[in-house]
């Protein structure tokens, strides 16, 4: 079974915007934390961007800050990253994964202990 699949990737021109979803199936979902993560060719696969199972806490890379900015609805089980100013680093494939915490509150940038990844969605962005 299915637990996370993303979409919203593509093709966009340097200084544009895309917004992935990332549409999970999972129980009690609001105690789900989901990373976005992503992988540039020939790089490793790096956390960006978390947030919270209530959506109260939000943490960005650097790479990321004051560009990206993650958002949730619960009752969608739905999780969003809305990408703005893209750059041509920013190609990637992007994932998200999921991790249970008791604590609805706690956001985490890292890939240990997750639960479940999406298959990815490419990203491709032209100068």
């Known amino acids: 079974q299915v637990q996370l699949v993303e979409s919203g990737g593509g093709l966009v021109q340097a200084g544009g915007s895309l917004r992935l979803s990332c549409q999970a199936s999972l129980d009690d979902f609001e105690y789900d934390v989901i990373t976005w993560f992503r992988q540039a060719p020939g790089k490793e696969r790096e956390p960006i961007s978390c947030v919270s199972g209530n959506g109260t806490n939000t943490r960005y890379s650097e790479a990321v800050k004051g560009r990206f900015t993650v958002s949730r609805d619960n009752a969608k089980k739905t999780v969003y990253l809305q990408m703005n100013s893209l750059e041509p680093e920013d190609t990637a494939v992007y994932y998200c994964?999921?991790?249970?915490?008791?604590?609805?509150?706690?956001?985490?940038?890292?890939?240990?202990?997750?639960?479940?990844w999406g298959q990815g969605t490419q990203v491709t962005v032209s100068s």
């Open positions: 994964a999921s991790r249970s915490t008791l604590v609805p509150t706690m956001c985490f940038m890292t890939s240990k202990d997750i639960d479940f």
